[in-house]
Structures are given as structure tokens and as C-alpha cells.
């Protein structure tokens, strides 16, 4: 059955550039999805660094097909379908996956940034994707979670600059911002999912505690914004969703061989890390 946002989600969505769903997923989905990754050779094996200009490293993987196993279950549910579609307002399709693996005291940091700062170079002719952020683990502040400025994302396009291997805001203009809208930090339970904009600004802080902090987002772009050009990341392609039971049948079914089948990204072809968008017009 498909997940209906209330008018006020929907609202605070359109006018924060974020909706928060707690317990989206319950604690057995969750603990499969924990497990799975925690587990997973090839996860670990295709994941690769990006230094965060503070001393500490972000460690990730990204793929671009969902695939037929526990990553897949999540991202091609009818929960998340469904909900991607209300706030795209269209028909959403599967950007791409990651799974952000902030450990314990070594966890990088990531600098302020705007998802939509990195696509604009994929081809991508407007910012109507939203990125599902779901917390494997809890996220907190000591443990680095995410954090946002609430609103940003009616900033438009801003200008990103090298820091250490990531491409961030222009601090000039992110400090003005933080000095009329509200920062806001995202705690979270494990299970919970934060739905946020493409343009909006979102950082976190490196983990500094003995807890790690993994979370795996999944982003949506909408048929109509489908790439004029090709990328490292896939055009439109239809998803083939799964009733909401399929995580959990999934999930015991194909324990330990759960990324078998996913497109793994080369960070090499990654062109939206290694360039910067340019001034909006």
C-alpha cells in the first residue's frame, strides 16, 4: 500500500526543503539492512574516500541500480516509491544509492553543500530530485548527524569550491544564510528517513564518539527531468517497485549476497565530484 504524506508534510517539504518520517521502517527492516551492510564484502570493497579539508576522511559506496537484493528492497518499496512521487509531483526514477559509513572517531566530516550543486553537471535541467536519507544507525549530534539550513533550498543554484575532495558551498554566502535562517540538526532513530531537497544545504560534523553513524540514501530524479546528456548516473529508467513485505522476504532470502547485482560507480568517472558548477545566470 502506497504512503500518504498529510497536507502539513507536504507543506513543510515545500517550505523547509525537508519532511522527517519516523519509523518509516520498522526495527527487524532496519536490523536486515544493518546486518546486510555491516556484512557486505563487496560494499566494503567498492567503498572509497573522500577527504573532508578537516583531517578526517568520508567513506562510501554508490551504485546506480537498485538491484534485486536487500539495497534494492529498500529503494524500489512502495513506502519510499510512493512518498518520492508526492513531492516530486511526477513520476520519480532511481538516481542513484550510497551508503555514508561514519565510524567510530574516524568518520569524516562533510562541508556545506547542495546535492543539486554536484548533478547540475550530470545534465540534470532542474533541481526536482529529492535525496531519502535513511538512518541504519541512530544519528546524533555527537556522532555526526546530518544538519540543514532550514529554507535554503529556495536559495537557487549556489557556487561550490574545492574543499579537501568535496565540492562545497561558497562559505561567504552559506554564513550570511546562517545568519537569517535556522540551522537545524537532524537526530535521528534507526529506521527513520529524512526526505530533502536537491538545493537544500546540508552538512555534518566528523564522528567523534565511539558509535558509528551509517545511513544509506537513496535519490529520486522525476521522469520530466530526465538528462539531456548522459553521465555516471543513469537517465530515466522505470522502477520496478516491490510491495513493502518484500524487504523482509528479501532481506532473509538473500542474507550475505545483497549487492551481487548492483551497477557499482567507478569514483574515477565521478565528473560531478571533480568539477564545479558554474554562476547561475
Known amino acids: 500500500m502506497a504512503t500518504a504524506l498529510s497536507s502539513q508534510q507536504l507543506q513543510q517539504y515545500?517550505?523547509?526543503?525537508?519532511?522527517?518520517?519516523?519509523?518509516?521502517?520498522?526495527?527487524?527492516?532496519?536490523?536486515?539492512?544493518?546486518?546486510?551492510?555491516?556484512?557486505?564484502k563487496q560494499l566494503d570493497e567498492h567503498a572509497f574516500g573522500r577527504n573532508d579539508g578537516e583531517g578526517g576522511t568520508v567513506r562510501?559506496?554508490?551504485?546506480?541500480?537498485?538491484?534485486?537484493?536487500?539495497?534494492?528492497?529498500?529503494?524500489?518499496?512502495?513506502?519510499?516509491?510512493?512518498?518520492?512521487?508526492?513531492?516530486?509531483?511526477?513520476?520519480?526514477?532511481?538516481?542513484?544509492?550510497?551508503m555514508i559509513m561514519k565510524d567510530p572517531r574516524i568518520g569524516g566530516a562533510w562541508a556545506w553543500h547542495q546535492d543539486y550543486g554536484y548533478w547540475y553537471r550530470n545534465g540534470v535541467l532542474?533541481?526536482?530530485?529529492?535525496?531519502?536519507?535513511?538512518?541504519?544507525?541512530?544519528?546524533t549530534r555527537e556522532n555526526g548527524c546530518l544538519q540543514v539550513i532550514e529554507g535554503s533550498h529556495r536559495c537557487g543554484r549556489i557556487d561550490h569550491q574545492l574543499t579537501?575532495?568535496?565540492a562545497g558551498a561558497d562559505p561567504e554566502r552559506v554564513e550570511a544564510l546562517l545568519q537569517r535562517m535556522k540551522l537545524i540538526y537532524v537526530e535521528m532513530d534507526p529506521g527513520d528517513v529524512l526526505?530533502?531537497?536537491?538545493?537544500?544545504?546540508?552538512?555534518?560534523?566528523?564522528?567523534?564518539s565511539r558509535l558509528p553513524r551509517w545511513s544509506m540514501i537513496c535519490c529520486y530524479n522525476a521522469r520530466s527531468n530526465d538528462p539531456y546528456i548522459d553521465s555516471h548516473h543513469?537517465?530515466?529508467?522505470?522502477?520496478?517497485?516491490l510491495e513493502d513485505s518484500a524487504i523482509k522476504q528479501i532481506g532473509v532470502k538473500r542474507f550475505g549476497d545483497?549487492?551481487?547485482?548492483?551497477?557499482?560507480?567507478?569514483?574515477?568517472?565521478?565528473?560531478?565530484?571533480?568539477?564545479?558548477?558554474?554562476?547561475?545566470?
Open 14 to 40: 515545500d517550505e523547509s526543503g525537508y519532511v522527517l518520517i519516523g519509523g518509516l521502517f520498522d526495527s527487524e527492516e532496519i536490523e536486515l539492512l544493518r546486518r546486510s551492510a555491516k556484512q557486505d
Open 60 to 98: 562510501l559506496s554508490l551504485w546506480n541500480h537498485p538491484g534485486e537484493g536487500i539495497y534494492g528492497a529498500f529503494a524500489r518499496c512502495n513506502r519510499m516509491v510512493s512518498i518520492a512521487g508526492q513531492l516530486l509531483h511526477d513520476e520519480p526514477y532511481h538516481y542513484h544509492s550510497k
Open 126 to 139: 532542474t533541481p526536482n530530485l529529492v535525496s531519502a536519507f535513511i538512518a541504519v544507525d541512530a544519528a
Open 164 to 166: 579537501g575532495d568535496q
Open 195 to 208: 526526505f530533502f531537497h536537491s538545493n537544500l544545504l546540508h552538512r555534518s560534523d566528523q564522528n567523534r
Open 234 to 241: 543513469p537517465r530515466y529508467t522505470p522502477i520496478d517497485r
Open 258 to 281: 545483497d549487492a551481487s547485482d548492483v551497477a557499482w560507480l567507478d569514483p574515477s568517472r565521478d565528473a560531478s565530484a571533480k568539477s564545479l558548477p558554474q554562476r547561475d545566470g
